[in-house]
């Protein structure tokens, strides 16, 4: 349904590409195989991005961090991952389950 990209560090490459991945409502989580869904998630990336940019980790979550206009909230994605402080908050609107 949706997606949030963030670059996480690596030492060897400067940052990797991560992603945040929400299913369509009618997945089940517990029915859809994740590691399936990963692969093809992956090669689908690799495919239409190339290699280089292609998302080297997908993480499934229920939903993602929005503002209130809907925005995804990627700095706060990557704040929650990397330990960082998470900044002002006050135009969020909903929050990641």
């Known amino acids: 349904a949706e997606v949030g990209v963030i670059g996480v560090p690596d ?3 400067g940052e990797l590409v991560k992603a945040f991945v929400v299913l369509k409502p009618d997945y089940d989580q517990v029915e859809v195989d994740l590691t399936l869904m990963t692969k093809e998630l992956m090669g689908f990336a690799r495919k239409r991005l190339g290699a280089a940019v292609a998302p080297k980790e997908i993480v499934f979550r229920n939903n993602l961090p929005k503002t209130r ?3 995804i ?4 994605l990557k704040a929650r991952e990397l ?3 998470e900044g002002d908050i006050s135009t969020l609107e909903s929050d990641e389950r």
Do not use: I
């Not at 909230?73 to 706060?76: E, I, P, S």
């Open 11 to 13: 030492e060897l490459a």
């Open 69 to 71: 206009s809907g925005k």
């Open 73 to 76: 909230m990627r700095r706060l």
């Open 83 to 85: 330990g960082l402080p």
